[in-house]
């Protein structure tokens, strides 16, 4: 009797956890089957998007298959315990992902009001075939995610997912010069990953993106576009995007943001007439909050911005730590206007800022420093306030030079502790963010810039409108200047640079300093800063 009862339970709870399961096999399956196992798989995206799904349902689509057309959800929600999970099944030892071919569709993937969701192991594309609503430029995504009530959504997981070939018009689409001018692009284009609220009722939060690859998109790979800072509490982590036509990562009106060990190569890309052709590898805008740690920024193209990473104007405590920067055509350290207290600390940065003004189309000079008070057009400049630029180490070979801009609309800064090893020419350059300042005093106030090793006098141009106090110079002796990998630049000159940096302290009237704090306790490389930090990102052992 009782074998009975505990039979009769776990078939109850199999069949239970069964009908939570719907398989779609878009070579094999038919949507008349009951869609609950493989053999009896539905055929359809269209399918899945007829259905209303429940707290702990999983719906899994077949590897290999390569499934045409757009897989919508709307209105679903899971609960913590139990989110609604997409994925795959029948994976087989080559590690196939099913695909879905949004070629004609907006988006391979949209979730419109969802909460508590796992989206994971799938690959999308969409190569044209752009679909405009209205008179508005058109937008196709690989992954939509997106608010348009006033609600609360919550707990979006995207995860293993491999986003490429994403463009809005189709192959041999030819953009007119003037495009890759505009300051975020006017014409359709395509996105790998995006994050939209569209009412500012609404809040997106408890976001991640982890492991997954995008490659070759019109325009930024992975995008956060916030109201009023309301998409929130985002973890962006171990993804990899490349050749992206515009941004790799951008995110706007966002806050509390963790981007650690991303990978981020050749954005801005032209390799394709349909991208935009410019782009950082990461910037933000409007945010608060956001600490950017152990990436790395590679390769970034483009006629204007295309730093490796910069902070663009209305931010606050944006702190960029641990990264690599290398080959930027805008250089390394980009900080714009009405910002606050946000740092540059513990990075290394590898032959950026190479850009020239003025050659083949470009309209801005790359740099490896620059400090601009530029807050929109038709504003007045204003700031960055509070600026740390701390034990960051500086490599620029002899063919490029290195160009350095200050606004005198800047107010606090310190730098303090950095290597620069600046092989050729430097030269003071002027923002020219749109149009070169005329407004302002000629000094920044407050000011703490000292203790700095230079490899050689003029490194840090003398009309830059502030200096040094006590500037050292000298050969950091590195293991390999000219290499592209951390251990290259590790200090060989143990007298010069071991235990020679200054305590990072307040600048004089910041009464918040940074919210991770003004001290660390590893270098760049992880190992530990013991007593007094070296100079530069890394500590001699």
Not at 47 to 54: G, R, S, V
Not at 67 to 96: A, M
Not at 307 to 336: M, P
């Amino acid at each position: 009797m009782k074998y009975t009862i505990l039979l009769s339970i776990v078939v109850f709870f199999f069949s239970c956890s069964v009908k939570n399961n719907f398989y779609v096999d878009a070579e094999n399956g038919n949507d008349s089957n009951s869609g609950h196992s493989p053999q009896s798989a539905w055929k359809t995206l269209n399918k899945l998007n007829q259905t209303n799904f429940k707290p702990g349902d999983r719906i899994l689509l077949a590897a290999g298959s390569t499934f045409k057309g757009s897989l919508e959800l709307k209105n679903i929600s899971g609960t913590k315990e139990k989110p609604v999970k997409i994925s795959s099944y029948n994976r087989d030892e080559k590690g196939q992902l099913p695909i879905i071919d949004s070629k004609g569709f907006n988006n391979g993937i949209l979730l419109e009001n969802c909460s508590h969701v796992l989206l994971t192991d799938i690959e999308i594309t969409g190569n044209g075939g752009g679909q405009r609503i209205g008179n508005k430029p058109g937008m196709n995504c690989g992954v939509l995610v997106t608010a348009t009530v006033a609600a609360d959504f919550e707990n979006i997981q995207l995860k293993n997912l491999q986003v490429h070939d994403i463009f809005f018009e189709e192959s041999g689409y030819q953009r007119g010069k003037d495009e890759v001018r505009t300051a975020n692009g006017s014409q359709s284009y395509g996105w790998g990953i995006r994050f939209i609220n569209q009412n500012e009722k609404a809040t997106i939060s408890g976001i991640l993106v982890e492991n997954c690859r995008v490659e070759n998109v019109a325009h930024t790979g992975i995008k956060f576009t916030g109201g009023n800072q309301n998409i929130q509490d985002i973890k962006l982590c171990s993804n990899l995007v490349l050749f992206s036509g515009g941004p790799g990562m951008q995110m706007s009106g966002v806050k509390n943001v963790h981007v650690q060990n991303n990978h981020i190569a050749n954005s801005g890309s032209s390799n394709d007439s349909r991208k935009w052709g410019r782009g950082s590898g990461l910037w933000t805008w409007g945010s608060s909050d956001v600490l950017i740690e152990k990436n790395s920024f590679r390769n970034a193209n483009g006629p204007g911005d295309s730093a490796g990473c910069h902070i663009d104007f209305n931010c606050t405590n944006v702190v960029v730590q641990y990264n690599l920067s290398e080959n930027n055509a805008g250089g390394f350290c980009e900080i714009l206007g009405n910002n606050y207290n946000c740092a540059y600390r513990y990075n290394v940065s590898i032959n950026d800022g190479h850009r020239v003004k003025g050659e083949n189309g470009t309209f801005q000079e790359g740099k490896i420093f620059w400090l601009s008070g530029y807050a929109g057009n038709g504003r007045k400049r204003t700031g960055p306030f509070n600026t740390y630029f701390y034990n960051n180490t500086i490599y620029v070979s002899k063919d490029i030079v290195a160009k350095i801009a200050v606004d005198r609309a800047s107010a606090g800064v310190l730098i303090a502790n950095n290597i620069f090893c600046i092989e050729g020419e430097s030269l003071a350059v002027k923002g020219d963010q749109y149009k070169p300042e005329t407004e302002g005093e000629s000094r920044v106030k407050n000011i703490v810039f000292k203790n700095n090793l230079y490899l050689k006098e003029g490194n840090w141009p003398a009309g830059v409108l502030i200096q040094d106090n006590a500037p050292m110079f000298g050969n950091p002796e590195f293991q390999h200047k000219n290499g592209k990998e951390l251990s290259d630049y590790i200090p060989g000159n143990r007298d010069l640079i071991k235990d020679r940096g200054v305590e990072i302290k307040p600048i004089p009237g910041d009464e918040i300093g940074l919210v991770p704090g003004l001290k660390v306790s590893e270098d760049i490389l992880g190992n530990p800063i013991a007593r007094l930090p070296d100079l530069g990102a890394i500590e001699i052992n």
